[in-house]
């Protein structure tokens, strides 16, 4: 059963012109204004950036902000999708807050950013209670056609911060410690997920000796539009 896990504020339609040093997106507005938004997505934005493409932003409310708008959707192939990816966090934080993911369940508490493992890390959240869990999460975006819908997958580029967080888990994992990947697929279209292989064998490879010891692999989908995120369900995996 699908659940609204986060409403957005209102947003401003608009046009992208154009995104450039990273963290600029110039986007033409409905009423014909150029306004500068700033692209909480660093990376390489694979497929998920194109010049033309309806997109909204949303504007801060602190007259502190740098720039007072953000970038928040794009709407390709019929599809709106997310491209803040400090929103996820947020999102599994207030989701796990309310045991919405029952392949995590038991727990009692949850704790954000605890440091972990041999290589100076930081997990995202910790579930503790009965045994502790450790979960990552990691925004997904790119895809490749499938046969009647899209597959998702992760990394769109080579990631060393990815490779150290699949190490940590795994030495975890072959503990006995609980751990798991939450990928949230931020658009709806998504049949199934698996390593963005094309983009980093390494990574691929890594993920597949992370299961193998143990770790849960959730990818989880997420409907996207002007007026929310709607959790899905779990996706189908392929390793």
């Known amino acids: 059963m699908s659940t609204l896990v986060y409403p957005y504020p209102p947003l401003l339609s608009g046009v992208l012109v154009k995104r450039y040093k990273r963290f600029f997106a110039d986007i033409c507005l409905s009423d014909g204004t150029i306004v500068t938004a700033h692209c909480p997505n660093t990376g390489p934005m694979t497929a998920v950036c194109e010049v033309g493409a309806e997109v909204r932003i949303s504007q801060a409310t602190s007259a502190k902000r740098r720039l007072a708008y953000t970038w928040e959707l794009i709407y390709l192939d019929q599809t709106w999708i997310g491209i803040n990816t400090h929103l996820p966090n947020r999102v599994v934080g207030q989701a796990l807050a309310q045991h919405i993911f029952i392949e995590l369940l038991p727990y009692e508490h949850v704790q954000a950013e605890v440091r972990y493992g041999t290589e100076n890390s930081r997990i995202d959240f910790l579930l503790t209670g009965i045994a502790p869990t450790y979960v990552e999460v990691k925004n997904t975006t790119w895809t490749q056609p499938m046969a009647k819908g899209k597959l998702a997958l992760f ?37 199934a997920f698996a390593p963005g292989e094309q983009a980093d064998p390494e990574y691929g490879r890594l993920l597949r000796l992370a299961a193998a010891a143990g770790m849960l692999i959730l990818p989880y989908s997420f409907e996207v539009s002007p007026e929310g995120l709607v959790f899905k369900g779990r996706l189908p995996l392929i390793l």
């Not at 795994?170 to 006995?176: N, P, S």
């Open 155 to 191: 990394p769109d580029t080579v990631t060393t911060r990815g490779h150290k967080h699949l190490r940590e888990l795994t030495r975890l994992a072959e503990q006995g410690v609980a751990t798991a990947l939450i990928y949230f697929v931020n658009r709806g279209d998504c049949l």
